[in-house]
């Protein structure tokens, strides 16, 4: 508590609060438009924190993510075209209310939700954190080789509909993850005689690429489509369709906290993703309702339950990264490139290393949950207005930055050209269904898995019968096997686990696809 208290000292500075309100802001217009998006987002703006300091950069990056979160459900509300696959839910009420003359009230009512979902799972962030951590140091080469393949392999099964492909991808990261000078030997693995890849693949271009321009390419594909013209919103005349009432909240208040308990759990375990957590929520809260046949029509509740756990996604996610150095989503795995380049390594020895530094993380994603509904409440005209800006004005700004962006990583061409090339990829990724999310998440960890992996093989002398001596090993090496077997089963009955992801979700203006 008391470093707590120490990084809301540092946090609250005109500077620092200038910086998160700026990154809240830039998220909530990125997640108004559709087709761009917290990862988008993210992943442009990290060169561009090279100057800044490392409390403001990072809580520049984590406003963005917030900020990104809640602001997808205004073209989702007003446009019935969520502006992240997440915010699909938040359509299936949100639009009829708004037909209806209730636009404001869902707006509204989803910036409540979402404020609330994001501030109770950064404090669940907070809580569980340093505890797991504590027990993470107590691991050793062994068994974090172990806890990384089972890692990679929950991941690839959740993320994506094929587990094949899921894992495929997760290999392929890996495969990359070793371009460069190799560990021990320091001789140089697939660099083809080039000296620029001597150091490995950076991950800010990969992912600028995979993510942005190629979602940029896809959505040009789709350009006739998204700047058709859509049906006119109009506010409704009485007062009470643009205010929340206490009628409301005493409707919502139990599938808010319903929806951030789950958008938490989905968010703690990887490769899950935003989807899963806003659809379960929004099936739970239309389970438990007495009139479950209303839903689709415009019930209030469906709002809130999509948002509060769409947003309480987020921070959850940063609790596998924080305590063990483990991505659990395409944030997490971007996040990790800002995290290093500020002197912040995540993983279980941060908590010991630089105690103040992480407590400032967590003051400012407090202070980030607050700006997010001062900047939405006082902005929701203005972000409404957003929705309406054509792609074809957006795409050429968005692949501007990304250059400038994938740039000032290196400073070199060189990081332009690995960028267009995973932009090919992460174009054929989308097309075949791979799961860029388990691609990005096994580059990052790649490193790991390959130390851990050699550690192991020295500390066991080369012999499996030693695993033996290393319990926790065994146990995740057995729940490997269990999870290949259920979700093999699982597909091959046709019981997909989980029928919306983070990838391979179609969004054009007026439907989801």
């Known amino acids: 508590m008391q470093d707590l208290i120490h990084g809301f000292a540092d946090?609250?500075?005109v500077y620092t609060l200038a910086w998160i309100c700026a990154g809240v802001t830039l998220g909530y217009v990125l997640g108004v438009l559709p087709g761009l998006g917290k990862a988008t987002g993210v992943a442009v703006a990290i060169?561009?924190?090279f100057y800044l300091e490392p409390v403001a950069a990072i809580a520049l990056l984590i406003g963005i993510a917030k900020g990104s979160a809640a602001g997808s459900a205004v073209s989702a509300i007003l446009l019935n075209t969520p502006g992240e696959p997440s915010s699909a839910p938040t359509a299936l009420d949100g639009y009829p209310m708004a037909r209806q003359g209730k636009a404001q009230k869902a707006l509204k009512m989803g910036l409540y939700a979402s404020?609330?979902?994001?501030?109770?799972?950064?404090?669940l962030l907070i809580c569980l954190a340093a505890p797991m951590a504590r027990y993470a140091l107590l691991i050793g080469p062994v068994e974090l080789c172990a806890i990384l393949v089972f890692s990679m392999t929950f991941i690839g099964g959740l993320s994506g509909r094929s587990l094949l492909k899921g894992l495929i991808a997760g290999a392929f990261g890996v495969f990359f993850a070793t371009v460069g000078l190799e560990t021990?030997?320091?001789?140089?693995?697939?660099?083809?005689?080039?000296?620029?890849?001597?150091?490995?693949?950076?991950?800010v271009p990969i992912a600028i690429g995979m993510l942005a321009v190629a979602e940029m390419i896809v959505q040009a594909g789709n350009m006739r489509q998204l700047d058709r013209e859509t049906e006119q919103i109009v506010d409704g005349t009485r007062p009470e369709d643009r205010v929340v009432l206490w009628s409301d909240w005493k409707r919502c208040f139990a599938p808010i906290l319903r929806g951030t308990l789950i958008g938490s759990v989905v968010g703690i375990l990887p490769g899950l993703g935003a989807s899963v957590g806003s659809f379960l929520s929004y099936g739970a809260t239309r389970r438990a309702s007495d009139r479950p046949e209303e839903f689709?029509?415009?019930?209030i509740e469906g709002v809130a339950a999509a948002e509060s756990a769409d947003n309480a996604v987020v921070p959850a996610s940063f609790v596998p990264l924080f305590a063990l150095g483990i991505p659990g989503s395409v944030i997490a795995a971007i996040l990790i490139a800002a995290f290093v380049l500020h002197g912040l390594t995540p993983g279980p020895r941060m908590f010991q290393e630089q105690p103040e530094l992480v407590a400032a993380v967590y003051a400012?994603?407090?202070?980030?949950?607050?700006i997010l509904l001062f900047i939405g409440y006082t902005g929701q005209r203005i972000f409404a207005r957003v929705a309406t800006v054509p792609v074809r004005l957006i795409i050429p700004v968005v692949l501007f930055l990304c250059?400038?962006?994938a740039w000032m990583e290196t400073g070199s061409i060189f990081a332009i050209y690995i960028m267009l090339a995973f932009t090919v990829l992460g174009i054929l990724a989308k097309k075949l269904d791979f799961s860029f999310v388990t691609f990005l998440i096994g580059f990052v960890i790649g490193p790991s898995v390959e130390l851990?992996?050699?550690q192991s093989l020295q500390i066991l002398d080369h012999r499996w019968s030693n695993l033996t001596g290393h319990p926790i090993a065994l146990v995740f090496i057995a729940l490997t096997a269990v999870v290949l077997v259920a979700l093999a089963r699982g597909r091959s009955g046709g019981g997909a686990v989980g029928t919306v992801r983070d990838t391979g979700t179609t969004i054009t203006k007026g439907r989801i696809s």
């Open 364 to 370: 400012a994603m407090l202070c980030a949950s607050g």
């Open 11 to 13: 946090v609250l500075t």
């Open 115 to 123: 404020v609330i979902g994001d501030f109770l799972s950064t404090v």
């Open 452 to 454: 851990s992996f050699r």
């Open 47 to 49: 060169p561009l924190t």
């Open 296 to 299: 689709g029509t415009g019930r």
């Open 403 to 405: 250059c400038i962006g």
């Open 184 to 203: 021990e030997t320091f001789i140089p693995r697939l660099t083809f005689g080039l000296l620029d890849l001597d150091d490995g693949l950076p991950l």
